[in-house]
């Protein structure tokens, strides 16, 4: 834009100058918006990829809550089974933060 600047100046050059600077103001400004208009589609993927994510995140966290609270009222009997249950929540649990790490990077 600073190259367009010289156009607020009082003193013109002549009126087929000032239009053909003028209509390529009117171009670098379009393509400012196509830029702006694009960047806030890729944001608003990238939100509703986060919403989902953070869902998913509760639910992970939900279902391993509730591992771990049956797995005490159990008192542990069957640890084997408990061990790959919580290894997969935990699995799972990391993955889904690894994905909104790699989503936040992304911005």
Do not use: P, W
């Given at each position: ?43 608003k993927q990238i ?41 997969s929540s935990i ?17």
């Open positions: 834009m600073k190259r367009f600047s010289y156009l607020l100046d009082t003193e013109h050059r002549n009126i087929s100058s000032l239009t053909i600077d003028g209509k390529a103001l009117i171009v670098a400004a379009h393509k400012l918006v196509f830029v702006l208009e694009t960047l806030h589609e890729h944001v939100h509703t990829s986060l919403i989902h994510l953070t869902t998913q995140l509760c639910e992970a966290l939900k279902n391993f809550i509730q591992l771990l609270k049956e797995f005490s009222q159990n008192n542990s009997s069957n640890i084997q089974k408990f061990i790959v249950q919580f290894q699995k799972t649990i990391m993955n889904i933060v690894q994905r909104i790490k790699q989503q936040c990077s992304v911005v």
